[in-house]
């Protein structure tokens, strides 16, 4: 069984300059001039250090593509948080790393919304949390403190178990075959659609089938963190029509997000 502990192999985080070439909109002094006078301007950077200070260090940024010129360096960003103090060791090797995920934006379109992740070391891989225990927290622009922050980060943290109870209990759950191919024809459903899903095939055996030794196994966490690795990554074919096409990889992080927590949410269906 997985358990919370309070040491990790070491976490390699982000420094400024590093944030800065990946998200210069991060560190934007200055809101978009589309804003109204009553808003309240927080640079992304100041939550971050906040955040740094609270133990949680960067390990990812990006930032979307601005459409238009007037929107760079105030477009949507996301930030990816982790605390080296804390990490899901389970017994069979799968090492878990907590993570809070932060997006923002500097145009007054976003307040700070942090949603809980996990990193799953095996495969370099992210998950988003999507329970009703785990709903978005979000803070306002205006009024924002250090402890208004605080408190928010303390309230995630104190639901971690929760996800290591979630993660125990998929693990314990073993999955008839038809049980994993209905799962996974679902969650094609969540990638591509109800509509566009008529129109593709796609090989289930080959994408229910493991790219490595420790994901091997019917239980509901091995078949649910195959889907959607291969799911986010685009790590497999379909044909539409006559042509065979390679699935492109989901990079834009808005999507990433929404098509996890689907995923997630999907596999949840198959506890009860």
Known sequence: ????DQSTPGTVYMNEKEMKEKAPSVFSKTPSNEVSKH?????????IRDMQALGWGVVGVKEVNARKSSTVGFQKHLAIFRNENIVINGEDGDIVYPQILMTNSH???NAFTFI??????????????????????KLRHMGYTFEDLQSKINEIVKKLPLTVECMNIMKEIELEQEMILD?????????????EIQNIKVDI????TPTRKEDEGK???????????KLISGDFEYTNGVKIRKARKIKNFSQDQKLNQELFSLALEYQN
């Open 1 to 4: 069984m997985e358990n919370l």
């Open 39 to 47: 808003y309240t301007h927080i640079p992304t950077i100041d939550v």
């Open 107 to 109: 145009d007054g379109k």
């Open 116 to 137: 809980a992740g996990l990193f799953r070391l095996i495969c370099e891989n992210g998950l988003v949390i999507s329970t009703q225990e785990f709903e978005n927290v």
């Open 183 to 195: 799962f996974a024809q679902k969650a094609l459903i969540v990638r591509f659609g109800e509509k």
């Open 205 to 208: 055996d080959e994408l229910i």
């Open 219 to 229: 239980n509901l966490w091995n078949i649910f963190n195959v889907l959607q690795e």
